[in-house]
Structures are given as C-alpha cells and as structure tokens.
C-alpha cells in the first residue's frame, strides 16, 4: 500500500487563510437580524437571504473553508474540530450561511457520513459542502414527536424502489429545501425499533405536498409534508432494510449536538441565545425607566449570568465530549441548559417591558413593545430539536445510568401498539 | 473542575484530596463544631506544606508555582475544601498573603512567611453590617492625620479574626489635603488599641467568623498597603480572586451532595423499586445534573478569566458568584429532599455541605447582589459615566 503523507495544515496557517478570505469576501453581519421566530420575515426576504447562504457556502467551498472536518475524499478538508472553531472565531461579526448548517450538517451530512455508501456520500457531500443541497429531516410525524420511532410513514418495496406514504412534519423551511432525511417504517409485524428504515430523496419529488405551518405569533418558517405514493429507488436507502433505528439513534444524537457539532460553521457568540442577553434587558429597562430599580438591575443581571454561563457551559461540553472527559450524551446536559435558560429569559425580557409586552403603540414603544409575542411563543425553545423531557430522560437514564422507563410498546408487533385512546379502549 | 488537569496539577489536587480525607473526615468535622477555632494548628501547618498558601504569592516572596497559573491551581484546592466541607480559612489567607505580594512594603512583607508555613492565617475584612453590607457602599473610615492613620468603623464577617496576628482592612478614605478620595487598605496587628472582636455564631461547623470594632484606632502611615485612597484596583483583584475560590468551593460542595444522592437513589427501594427507577425523580436528577456541570464550567470560566487578566472578568466572577449561589443552595436542598427524613438529621453527612453552600451564598455578595453588579457592569459598557468624585469599591 502506498502511504501519502500529507501534513495536517498548522492552525495559524489555517487562521490566516481564513481571515484573509473573511474579510475579502463576506459582508459583516446584520447588525440585528429579522427572527424568523418572530415571524417578521416575508417570503422575498426569506428566499433572498437562502440564495445569498448559498453563495456564501459555495465561497467557503472553493476558498478551502467548507467542512472543515470532512474527509477530503468527500470535498472536505480533513482537518480538526480545533481547525473549526479557528473558523468559528474568525467568522464572529460576519454573515455566514446559518439556513445551510443545521440540520444540513449535522444531523443530515453526519448521519450521510456515517451510514452512507460510497456512491451515495460521493454524490451528496460535495454537493451539501458547495451549498447545491439543503437537507431538513423528515422526522416526526403527527402522531408522533418525541416518540420518533413510534413513525407510521410507510415504505413498501417494489422491485428496486420503495413507495412511501404517510406525513411528516415540523421541518424546517422544507419549502426552499432540496433533500429530506426520512425516518420509515418498513415492518409492522416486528416490535417498534425493530421495523424502520431510512430513505433519502428530493424534497421536490412526484408526491410530496408541502404546507407551511403558521405558528401563533405568525412565522411560517415550519412545514408539514403529505407523502403519496413517493417512489424512492433502493440506491437512496440509508442503512439496512428493518435496521433504520441503529441509524435513527444515532441520527438523534446528531440532532442534539446542534450547533456544538464540529460539522457546524456558526460565527462565536452568534447564537440566537444571545439576542435576549443582557444588553437586551437593558435596553428594555431603560426604555421603560427602570434602570435604577434594583429589582430590574437584578432581572438584566440574571439574564446576562444565564447567557455567560450558558456559553460556558456549551464550551464545556463540547470539549468534555471531544476529549471523552465527559459521556458523549452530554449533549443533552447543554440542551436542558439552553430550553430553561431561553425560557427564563424571554420571561425577563417581558416582565421587564411591563404592560406594553402585552398591548403596544406600533411605531411608539420601541423598545418595550411585542415582548408578550416572543412570551406567547416562549416553549418553543423546550419543544424544537427534541423536547426537554427526552433531554432530562436521556441526562438520568444515560449520563446518570438510571433505569429506563417501562415502555410496554417493546415487547409488542408494532402493528399490535396502541396508538390512541379508541384503539386502546 | 477542570476536565483536564496537567499530570503536576492532577498530583496536587490528589495529595489535597488524600489529605483531606485522613485529616478532615466527617467524625472530625462534627467534633469541630465545638471548637472555637474551628481546626487544630497542625492541620493547618501540614496543609500549608502541600501548597494550599503559597500559590497566589510571587516567587521572589517564598510562593510556589504548579502550572503557572495559580488561581487556576489554588481553585483545585478549594474544589477540594468543598468537597470536603474542610476546615481552616483557605480563602482569606491566600487573599492576605496575595495582597502582601502583590502591594506590601519590605517590613509588611515579613509577615509572608508565616502565611506560607502555616503558623498564621490570614484575616481580610471588607464586607460591612446592614444597610451598608454592599461591597461598593463601604463606610469604613480611614482617616490620615500626620503621619498617623485614624481608623473607625465595624467590619462583619471578618474570617478568622481571632486566630490572625493582623488584619488586613478595606475602608474608605474622604478626600483631604493629604490624599485622593478612595478606598485605602491598612495592616494592623489585632491587638492594637480599639479593636475589640466579637466573636459570631454561623451555619457551617467549622468556619469561625468575627465582627470586628474599631473605635479611634490609630495606626503609624506606615501601616497602609500600597498607598492611600488608591487601592481600588487591589481590592478588585482581590476580590475577584476570593469570588473565583469561593465558587469553586461552592462547586466542590455541590459535585459531594450530587454523588452521594445519586448513590443514594439507585440503594434505596421504594414500592418495591430503586428511586432511581422514578421518571419524576430521574428528572429532577437530570436538572440537577445540568446546574452541577454549568457551575463547573462558569467556576472554571472565571478562574480562567481572573488568571488571564481578561476584561471579562468581572462579570464572570459576579455570574460565577450568583449562579452557584442560586443553584447550589437549590441543588442542596433537592438533595435533601430526595434523601427525605434522613436528609435534615445531624447524623446524615449531607447537612456538612448544606451548610458549607448556604455560608459561601452569602459571603462576599448574594445571588441579588451579585446580579446588580453584572447590571451595572452592562450600563458602564453601554454608556460609560461621567468622571465621578468619590471612591468607589468596584
């Protein structure tokens, strides 16, 4: 065997590189983005910032900057995660292709890494790495959430294809995405976990309707897909038929690893977390008068100790996982962490805004108006990306080594499950 | 704690850990609630020999160095401490010991080594009685007058007061023909005339605290650490320095009362089931879990920030200082909550660490307090004051 040795490149070379490319090509960051959360984005804007995301990834892609920890035989860099937070750091400030890395890169493009052939990660890599695919997950489904292996989306094979019907839903802008990760079920007559596959295909396939969902504070930033008759060729099959589940946990762990995945190209300091932070909560204060108050100056204080100490921890995890100090389901620590520390801080910034949260002059009350919108939206952060009950089953059952719940649905056909009350009764 | 520690740093903190073990087990922690002093003189002195007062101070004054950064290192210890709920003023020594390094003259520079051996402790009042009990209201008063120092005014709180030789005082001095208005810092030997200590009653079993009086006491000028009306920067690095011990304690006493109610949960069967089996319960482990690894990383953080200088500092060591205030006393009580009955009785150990988190959530600032710091930080950020007049403690 012929062994190349290639010097991994140094840090600072890498630094360099990076920087230099930054500031020659990429605009500074918005300096306050519109929140697709709060559903202030129309369509235009919306389709505008993906195709400006596109080109910002396919820059990074021929400037040697994209997948920094993916395997050069795929079009990555096969360099460290040390490498990605270089690029991470040197990114703070700057606008970068947010809409492109999760779930694109992680969970899609690490479970592709994992359980993908050889043909299958040749064709998508490259392609996910130039900003040409955009993946979102077609995971749960209406009946089931956090129950994500409790899926009745149905794959039934024909030949060399598999058709696939059922609905899925909470994916992410699935209107301006190209392929979709699919969680199916293969067999019913076998337990829950035991008769699930998982398929790719593209999102614009004969079949597939997608509706956009209009979350309470307006946003239509989710969709919900309607599969009939999908046909998906066998070669766009992920993992072994009936064995989706050994892909679907892994998959999972992915997901949870968000944006601490060293898949991930996130400017430092530019999670969304750390818009409601304290300067946030002073501003408000201060709009509505109340920065002497010491009970106000107590809210922006616990606001900003929540947020410090989230980064920390998030910095904490995501080295105790890389240096196997820490279990690798830790992840889930960071995850419960950010749903109560998010929480509590869109409470702060409402309580702190008074009334006008609630009921607001438009144009007039700057500062203190629309804080009762992000409130009424204010679980979402606890429901996304994995509910913070699954997190708190998973810290206790296996960080903690607890006994598992008592789950009656595993020793069943699946067939046999029940699913809803009139079933049941 | 630190997730990876230097091969001399992991030795360290394991020698302070054995020690500790032997020397400080939970039969000699209750037998010290009767104790006025609150821990016997050879401990101190053989604790001092592994390194527990040397580390803050230069090399060039008798200190000792493991990886170079000796907060970092110094905090491994206290992680210890409270680990163990250990005896013997770690903090204020180190702080006193430090702040003679750091600004002392030739002659106050000799009281260092007795620091180092262990033969004294250090005694550091700041922190006065409500409604000036604020770190930045102090009304300590400290006068010049010739070529004397006039100081009047109470501290509270004062660690280890009795056992000291000196004290080391932060008060205030009002602008005069001789001095800037400021903070001004003095050394005094405790038996100087007009100090009288009133010994306190407390929480935790072995930590001995004092009020201490001062009424017309006067000192020669030589007395003062570095000069007078200028010591804020040296009160805010010492400051910062006993906020990053004190959370890293916190932290160590936090990690002790999680494992031993995790123990707890998988030995004790109820309905014929470990409460570990539980999903209500196994959530609230799960919580406590994440306040236990976010106090880690932000005492870890601010360890690392005060070591480095950085201009984050202050708000790490104030959110360092509110978060393991808030959450550890929250943990701790959790704890007792699930360990039930057996967790409020003296012959439990978990009552050792309540205390030792309850103590350290009001010294040197509560949760509140420490919040309001952080705001204030924020407001100086986005519109910096005008130039102020007076002296302030931050």
């Known amino acids: 065997m012929n ?142 959430g956090s129950d994500v292996a409790g899926a009745i989306t149905t794959a039934v094979r024909k030949g060399d294809e598999w058709i696939l019907n059922g609905s899925k839903v909470w994916t992410t802008g699935a209107w301006w995405s190209d392929w979709g990760l699919c969680l199916a079920r ?39 897909e309607f599969l009939t008759d999908v046909r998906v060729p066998d070669t766009d099959r992920i993992g072994g038929v009936d064995t989706g589940w050994t892909v679907g946990s892994r998959w999972m762990f992915y997901e949870r690893m968000g944006r601490n995945s060293p898949l991930v190209t996130m400017p430092e300091g530019s999670a969304r977390s750390s818009g409601n932070a304290g300067a946030t909560m002073h501003a408000i204060a201060d709009a509505g008068g109340r920065l002497t108050d010491p ?8 606001a900003q100790t929540l947020h410090v100490v989230g980064d920390a921890l998030r910095r904490r995890v995501t080295q105790g996982i890389t240096t196997r100090t820490l279990s690798d389901q830790s992840s889930a620590i960071f995850r419960l962490y950010a749903g109560l520390s998010e929480t509590r801080r869109t409470t702060i910034a409402f309580e702190l805004a008074g009334s006008a949260g609630a009921t607001w002059v438009d144009d007039d009350d700057g500062e203190l108006a629309e804080w009762g919108i992000d ?7 606890c429901i996304g990306g994995g509910t913070t009950e699954m997190a708190a089953n998973v810290i206790s059952e296996r960080v903690l080594g607890m006994p598992r719940e008592v789950t009656p649905d595993r020793e069943l056909a699946f067939r046999n499950v029940p699913r809803s009350r009139s079933k049941s009764g | 704690m630190l997730l990876e520690l230097s091969s001399d740093q992991e030795f360290f903190q394991k020698t302070t850990a054995r020690f500790l073990a032997e020397n400080a087990p939970v039969a000699e922690l209750r037998r010290l609630r009767d104790d006025p002093v609150g821990f016997r003189s050879t401990y101190w002195r053989q604790g001092a020999e592994l390194g527990w007062t040397s580390l803050l101070v230069a090399e060039g004054d008798g200190g000792v160095s493991i990886s170079g950064r000796g907060l970092v290192d110094l ?77 009047n005014g ?22 005069g023909a001789a001095a800037a208005a400021g903070l001004t810092q003095v050394i005094v030997p405790t038996g100087t005339k007009g100090i009288s200590l009133v010994p306190m009653s407390g929480v935790d079993l072995s930590r001995r605290f004092s009020v201490v009086k001062f009424d017309q006491v006067r000192v020669p000028a030589s007395s003062v650490l570095g000069r007078v009306g200028e010591a804020g920067a040296d009160v805010e690095r010492q400051l910062q320095q006993a906020l990053v011990l004190l959370s890293a304690e916190a932290v160590g006493a936090m990690q002790a009362a999680f494992d031993m109610t995790v123990e707890w949960s998988f030995d004790r069967y109820s309905f014929g089931r470990p409460l570990a089996s539980y999903q209500a319960l196994k959530h609230r482990f799960a919580l406590m879990a994440t306040w236990l690894q976010a106090s880690h990383a932000i005492s870890d953080e601010a360890a690392s920030a005060v070591t480095d200088g950085r201009d984050d500092a202050p708000e790490l060591v104030s959110a360092a200082k509110a978060y393991v205030g ?68 931050s």
């Open chain 1, 3 to 144: 062994h190349e040795v290639e010097s991994v490149e140094s840090i600072e070379s890498f630094r360099e590189r990076a920087r230099a490319f930054i500031r020659a090509k990429l605009q500074p960051a918005a300096p306050k983005a519109a929140s697709v959360v709060r559903g202030d984005v129309t369509d235009e804007e919306e389709l505008a910032a993906v195709a400006r995301e596109r080109e910002v990834q396919r820059a990074l892609f021929d400037a040697g900057l994209a997948g920094v920890c993916v395997p050069r035989e795929y079009g990555g860099q096969g360099l460290t995660p040390a490498h990605q937070r270089v690029l991470n750091a040197e990114l703070r400030g700057y606008e970068y292709p947010s809409r492109a890395q999760v779930p694109t890169f992680t969970p899609c493009l690490a479970v592709l890494l994992e359980f993908g052939t050889e043909e299958q990660k040749l064709k998508h890599v490259p392609a996910i790495l130039k900003g040409e695919e955009l993946w979102m997950q077609f995971l749960s489904e209406p009946s089931s």
């Open chain 1, 186 to 224: 293969t067999n019913w007559e076998v337990s829950k976990h035991s008769g699930l596959t998982v398929f790719m295909f593209p999102i614009k396939s004969p079949g597939i309707e997608v509706r956009r969902i209009e979350m309470l504070n307006g946003s239509k930033e989710f969709c919900e």
């Open chain 1, 295 to 302: 009970r106000a100056q107590e809210l922006i204080g616990e």
């Open chain 1, 375 to 381: 409130f009424l939206m204010r679980q979402a952060v």
């Open chain 2, 75 to 151: 905090a491994l210890v206290a992680y210890e401490f409270g680990r163990h709920a250990a005896p013997g003023p770690l903090v204020s020594t180190n702080v006193v010991a430090s702040a003679l390094s750091v600004a002392g003259t030739e002659s106050q520079k000799e009281l260092i080594a007795a620091l180092l051996d262990g033969t004294a402790t250090g005694a550091w009042g700041i922190t006065e009685a409500a409604p000036h009990d604020g770190l930045s209201n102090l009304t300590f008063d400290i006068a010049l007058d010739g070529d004397e120092l006039v100081l």
């Open chain 2, 154 to 175: 109470v501290k509270r709180t004062v660690e280890s007061a009795s056992q000291a030789s000196h004290l080391l005082i932060t008060g205030r001095t009002r602008a």
């Open chain 2, 326 to 393: 808030q959450y550890g006393a929250e943990l701790l009580q959790d704890c007792v909550q699930l360990h039930g009955g057996i967790g409020v009785t003296f012959e439990h150990d978990l009552h050792l660490f309540l205390r030792r988190i309850t103590l350290i959530r009001t010294l040197l600032g509560t949760p509140d307090e420490h919040q309001r710091r952080i705001a204030g930080l924020i407001s100086r950020r986005l519109s910096p004051p005008q130039p102020l007049t007076g002296g302030s403690a």
